[in-house]
Nanobody, 120 residues
Framework: QVQLVESGGGLVQAGGSLRLSCAAS????????MAWHRQAPGKERELVAI???????NYADSVKGRFTVSRDNTKNTVYLQMNSLKPEDTAVYYC??????????????WGQGTQVTVSS
């Protein structure tokens, strides 16, 4: 079973930066898209950024120009560089991947989440 493990969350002051990482592991697989989502208390989970296998990216309007998603295919890892953080970015951040496993087809595992807290 493919597992996603996030790291890099924490507490930062407004205007600061954090870099999140998400590594996929477990057997033989190929990764299509990888994405970051977040969920703030009392709110629905929302898509923050996505990077496709061809390197194309899309971002939520609220993070455009501040966040950058990237991936290292040799490490099966996706990153989220977050700059100019705002208190409203406070949330649990989850990564998600669209994965293909030979003989098993496609699946969309999720990581366990990492807390990002931005103080004003």
């Amino acid at each position: 079973q493919v597992q996603l493990v996030e790291s890099g969350g924490g507490l930062v002051q407004a205007g600061g930066s954090l870099r999140l990482s998400c590594a996929a592991s477990g057997g033989s697989f190929s990764i299509n898209s990888m994405a970051w989502h977040r969920q703030a208390p009392g709110k629905e989970r929302e898509l923050v950024a996505i990077i496709n296998s061809d390197g194309s990216t899309n971002y939520a309007d609220s993070v455009k120009g501040r966040f950058t998603v990237s991936r290292d295919n040799t490490k099966n890892t996706v990153y989220l560089q977050m700059n100019s953080l705002k208190p409203e970015d406070t949330a649990v951040y989850y990564c998600n991947a669209n994965i293909y496993r030979p003989g098993l087809g496609y699946s969309g595992p999720w990581g366990q989440g990492t807390q990002v807290t931005v103080s004003s």
